[in-house]
């Protein structure tokens, strides 16, 4: 029994009521009691632990709850169920205790033993309502502080120890979770242990559910300390902004002369907390009012206030009021009031009041060309900064199709706003790492005397001017600490850039819009027709108005900045209502008998639902074509040789992975590097791979995409697309068309620029959103080394009767050439397969010598354009080889293409 122990069970407790079944959360409690004015850090971090302890024994107990995934304090307070059984009181409670917990372990700055005693008040309030709830709905408990000892042998803990004992707790959770994780991998074994354990607590969730249902029908007279509440969570919000009791910056309940409300008494007020500058100038004034009451009753006594200490300093602070729980500020220099989650630090309310002087008009910017050139660039911007100057607003969306330039747009307005001074630090938000380095590379290249941060790196300076970071990294980044003060404030920021602002964004990661206090710019591709009417809400609009600006995909095609697509023909087509068997090629039938007839009575289902097309999609002659489809039909670059770039979009990472198992069947000459699998499964290496796709010369020249290609990569080189699945949202399917939109200059050669893109639809898509542009046949561009092999087999036939030396060994040159490639074809290539027999006869030397009219035939038509593993000239060396072949079959057939051909000889030399 350690030192703790002994005196815990020598002497009084404000605890002592706790029950023996619990009696390790009395224990812990106790000791947080012992050092509560003797070792306040570490009374601080014992409470948050004591806290977290007793909710988890809450959530095994309470048969309304489940234990989330995260188990730590924050995660348990916040859980909808917990949420939804809990008094306010309670929850306030708790919330003091986790802050304060947070503060003994990230603030250098000493904890007051008053502050500390009142967070143990804290932790009996809530040990109080756990214990009358689930125990004794009679239970009689007062606090008292005279119980927590003022003079005792007890060290006091460091920082560095509360930190270490935080990091073992911390790993300790992960211990558990990481075994119950081990054990769900054996998904019998833990559905026993669950019976078990079950079967165990059922009767104590019995139980204590008549006790809730007893204390629920009684009500609770306990006295929660409402004004001491209050009173810690705003001083606890003060410090996590810098502002400390004590320090020549914070003064409370600071005397005013001349305050209005007052004037028919003593014309005295007293303002609760008036925050300064270093020079004494005020800069913040705030008013509390008490917990039950609405915080908004505090507005105009605030106002007074302000009033008063702009006559006194000539110099009118912001306004805050609260009642500790909801907090507003107003700055009615600029704008009506609007809630914020906490304080502005000092330099962020300096900032504020100096931009009363400072901030230039925006009506009329001076708009960087050299960023953005386009006219409905300019138009967006100037729509937005109207929108924030004359109409006072302070979000904005903006509607664009893909490709439009939305990043480079915002890089503009990021330099009008900070140059005007309308905004000093911002934040760029993307939902997936490879598009936050897209951005800090756009960012770095148009604004680089503006040094953009990468915040998913640890080393960044969360002071930049410009800050980018993923949705996830920030939702962590908010809860940081850095010297007892949070990393970032809800002043932080001036601006917030949201990447596809959409009402799922908003769902998942609306936390951080309502935390930053700041102008909020929205950037969407989705339609404007499609824009949910929640989306619009998030940014003060509505369906009616629209955005703050729009252009759509068909005015950019119309207008030459985007490239339109075409849909290419396919020869195998996934219906998405399921498949019939009367409807399919015999090789399917096979295919359809090998999955779906009853292995038992061996009937056959005439028709299948949509559970079919998860195997449908699976199943190696469905893959085959399509990749057949996309290598024979897709777009080519390099004189024809060469598939353009492709994204295919894949159903699942085990259908990606299937695709490319395919693709590298079938196309062994490319060595497993011309088709790459890009999803989330790759870890960190999906982020390098994207790199090396984007890549114009490159390889993957194929990505196989899983959701992370779908939205906000930019490769203009893509020139196909390939739907391998059935997509659901309008929104999402036109942000994957996009991928295909940008133009891009000598894509085929100089001079010789993209002009469309093929999407190959296997999935109904265009059918299922009622969209269906006309389909083509794509013009199959003969590839360059099949020109080269069909001029070397047609010059090999003419120099057939010549017997001179030259010509004899120019002949052996051109056929040793084809024999050669022919040889590296694959017999297991689904291509070659159908050829296999004359491929066979071609594999011996001998055959080339003599060539009959139909096998020569057979070889210029089909036998040329096969794949073969040979070894490839780059497509310089091929060109050239394909001029000088049609300068000498000029010669010999004596053309008058041959002058020019000479010359061109000459020129390129």
Not at 185 to 212: G, P, R, V, W
Not at 218 to 224: G, I, Q, R, S
Not at 332 to 339: A, L, T
């Amino acid at each position: 029994m350690n030192n703790d122990d002994t005196q815990n069970n020598q002497r009084q407790s404000n605890f002592s009521f706790i029950d023996d079944e619990l009696k390790h959360i009395r224990e812990f409690a106790q000791k947080t009691e012992l050092r509560g004015r003797l070792d306040t850090r570490y009374a601080c971090f014992q409470a948050r632990l004591t806290a977290e302890t007793a909710l988890k024994w809450i959530f095994k107990a309470d048969r309304e709850l489940t234990l989330p995934y995260n188990t730590m304090l924050s995660s348990l307070i916040n859980d909808a169920g917990f949420q939804k059984i809990a008094p306010i009181q309670v929850k306030r409670s708790l919330t003091i205790i986790q802050k304060y917990g947070n503060l003994a372990a990230h603030s250098e700055h000493a904890i007051l033993a008053q502050d500390t005693v009142l967070v143990v008040k804290q932790l009996h309030s809530f040990l109080f309502w756990l214990h009358r709830t689930y125990y004794d709905v009679n239970l009689q408990s007062d606090f008292n502080d005279k119980l927590i000892p003022d003079a005792g042998d007890i060290a006091k803990t460091s920082r560095s120890m509360i930190l270490e004992l935080e990091q073992k707790h911390e790993d300790e959770e992960k211990k558990l979770r990481d075994a119950l994780e081990a054990e769900k991998a054996d998904k019998e074994a833990y559905k026993a242990k669950l019976a078990i354990q079950e079967a165990e607590i059922a009767q104590l969730k019995t139980q204590i559910a008549a006790k809730k249902a007893e204390a629920e029908a009684v009500p609770d007279t306990h006295d929660y300390s409402e004004a001491e509440t209050r009173k810690l969570l705003i001083d606890v919000l003060l410090k996590e902004a810098g502002w400390h009791k004590g320090s020549h910056s914070l003064k409370e309940e600071y005397e005013l002369e001349g305050v209005d409300r007052n004037k028919n008494y003593t014309g005295t007020g007293f303002a609760d907390y008036v925050l300064f500058d270093d020079n004494g100038l005020p800069l913040a004034v705030i008013e509390a009012k008490k917990t039950t009451k609405d915080a908004q009753l505090g507005k105009y006594q605030a106002l007074d206030y302000a009033n008063a200490i702009e006559k006194k300093f000539n110099q009118r602070p912001l306004i805050f009021y609260t009642n500790g729980y909801e907090i507003f500020i107003w700055d009615d220099h600029f704008y009506p009031e609007r809630k914020i989650q906490g304080f502005y630090k000092k330099d962020e309310l300096q900032l504020a009041i100096e931009r009363r002087k400072s901030r230039k008009s925006t009506l009329n910017p001076t708009i960087n060309r050299k960023t953005v050139e386009r006219p409905y660039q300019h138009l967006a911007i100037r729509a937005v900064t109207e929108h924030f100057e004359t109409k006072n607003q302070r979000r904005a969306l903006l509607v664009m199709a893909t490709g439009s330039g939305k990043t480079r747009l915002t890089i503009a307005l990021v330099e009008v706003l900070q140059k005007a001074n309308w905004a000093k630090r911002v934040l760029f938000l993307c939902d997936r790492d490879s598009l936050v380095k897209q951005a800090k590379g756009a960012f770095t290249k148009f604004l680089p005397n503006c040094p953009a941060a990468d915040l998913r790196d640890a080393k960044s300076d969360n002071l930049s001017r410009v800050c980018l970071s993923t949705y996830h990294t920030m939702m962590n980044l908010i809860n940081e600490f850095k010297d007892g003060e949070r990393l970032f404030s809800p002043g932080h920021f001036d601006l917030l850039v949201i990447d596809e602002a959409h009402r799922s964004i908003y769902q998942k990661f609306g936390a951080i819009f309502d935390y930053f206090d700041s102008f909020l710019v929205g950037l969407t591709a989705t339609p404007r027709d499609e824009v949910d009417k929640n989306t619009y809400q998030m940014f003060n609009l509505t369906k009616e108005t629209g955005p703050v600006f729009g252009y759509d995909l068909g005015e950019a095609i119309d207008q030459g900045y985007l490239l339109n697509y075409y849909k290419a023909a396919v020869s195998t087509k996934l219906s998405r209502e399921g498949l019939t068997y009367s409807q399919l090629s015999d090789e399917d039938k096979e295919e359809y008998d090998k999955h779906f007839v009853d292995e038992v009575t061996g009937e056959r289902p005439e028709k299948v639902g949509k559970e079919a097309i998860n195997k449908w999609l699976f199943n190696t002659p469905t893959v085959d074509s399509f990749l057949k489809d996309l290598m024979e039909k897709g777009i080519k670059i390099a004189g024809g040789d060469k598939l353009g770039k492709t994204i295919i979009f894949a159903r699942n990472s085990d259908h990606a992975k299937f695709i490319v198992t395919r693709f590298d069947a079938n196309y062994p000459q490319h060595k497993g590097h011309f088709c790459a699998q890009i999803d989330y499964t790759l870890g960190k290496d999906a982020e390098t791979m994207i790199d090396k796709f984007k890549k114009a010369d490159g390889m993957p020249q194929i990505a196989v995409s899983v959701d992370m290609l779908d939205t906000g990569i930019d490769v203009p080189e893509v020139v196909n697309l390939v739907f391998a699945k059935p997509v659901y949202s309008k929104v999402k399917f036109w942000q994957m068309i996009g991928r295909g939109t940008r133009k891009c200059e000598d894509l085929f050669g100089p001079g010789d620029d993209k002009k469309c893109f093929y999407v190959f639809d296997h999935c109904e898509n265009f059918e299922f959103f009622e969209t269906n542009p006309g389909g083509v046949e794509s013009n199959a561009v003969i590839p360059l080394s099949q020109r080269i092999f069909r001029n070397r087999l047609v010059l090999a036939d003419l120099l057939q009767d010549d017997d001179s030396e030259d010509s004899v060994a120019i002949r052996k040159e051109f056929l040793d050439n084809l024999h050669g490639y022919v040889s590296g074809m694959c017999d297991a290539n689904f291509l070659v397969r159908p050829h296999l027999q004359q491929v066979s006869k071609l594999k011996n030397r001998e055959t080339w010598e003599k060539l009959d009219d139909e096998l020569r035939a057979e070889v210029a038509k089909t036998i040329s354009g096969l794949p073969s593993q040979l070894e490839q000239d780059d497509e310089y060396a091929k060109r050239w080889d394909q001029l000088l072949l049609k300068t000498e079959l000029a010669l010999l057939e004596k053309s008058g293409e041959y002058v020019s051909l000479m010359k061109k000889n000459q020129k390129d030399c």
